[in-house]
């Protein structure tokens, strides 16, 4: 397998974390995981997008930028994989949702100084689901302050993430994740694992699940 550093994305209840352990454990990979529950604005996030979404945005930046730049900083003896349930890039991604444009203007600049910083992955996983699906993921983890997150949110994240993909240069596997049960089918985990043992021209390349 020629890839060291696998990054997973997708929306707000798409598996990422699941996959993400799965593939460490697969792999005998060192995973890394968004620390989203320590972000003291998520919350409040939730209840008042408008007048908390600064702050939310720049907490989130600074915990990511201070993960991934550790993660370079440390080589493990025993483990040269490392998967990622997340990409920096997600930052300007939501930033880019829930800002005004005066806010994200300034926190575009903020992104682009530190965004060069960082080591980009080798190849990118991203799981698609439908915002139903979405839901029903978010009710069934039961995080209390997740449990109202609106349909338009999802799908206003759901185009961003999708026009990015169009347009980036990383290597892709782009996975329809409408019926993902990557815990409880072994199948769709290997579709996972078997995507990953070929090589890709830069940009998408689309698998779907059995």
């Known amino acids: 397998m020629n890839y060291h550093f696998i990054t997973i994305e997708g929306n707000i209840g798409a598996g990422k974390t699941t996959l993400a352990h799965l593939?460490?454990?697969?792999?005998?990979?060192?995973?890394?995981?968004?620390?989203?529950?320590?972000?003291?604005f998520l919350a409040n996030f939730y209840e008042n997008p408008r007048q908390f979404a600064f702050p939310l945005e720049?907490?989130?930046?600074a915990e990511r930028f201070k993960q991934l730049k550790e993660l370079i900083q440390q080589k493990d003896l025993f483990q040269n994989i490392t998967v990622c349930d997340y990409l920096f890039t997600k930052c300007l991604l939501f930033a880019k949702v829930t800002l005004p444009d005066d806010e994200f203007r300034l926190y575009q600049r903020l992104f682009e100084i530190i965004h060069q910083q960082l080591i980009?992955?080798?190849?990118?996983?991203?799981l698609h689901a439908p915002v139903s699906k979405l839901q029903a993921n978010i009710k069934k983890r039961n995080r209390p302050y997740e449990q109202n997150i609106p349909d338009s949110y999802l799908f206003s994240i759901?185009?961003?993430?999708t026009h990015y993909i169009k347009q980036h240069h990383v290597k892709t596997i782009f996975?329809?994740?409408?019926?993902?049960?990557?815990?409880?089918?072994?199948?769709?985990?290997?579709v996972i694992t078997d995507a990953l043992e070929k090589d890709y021209e830069e940009g998408q390349h689309f698998f779907s699940l059995p």
């Open 23 to 40: 593939l460490a454990r697969h792999y005998n990979a060192r995973v890394v995981l968004e620390e989203f529950a320590d972000n003291p």
């Open 58 to 61: 720049l907490f989130f930046m």
């Open 120 to 126: 980009q992955p080798d190849i990118l996983i991203y």
């Open 158 to 161: 759901q185009e961003t993430y």
């Open 175 to 190: 996975v329809d994740a409408s019926n993902a049960d990557f815990l409880g089918n072994e199948k769709h985990l290997k």
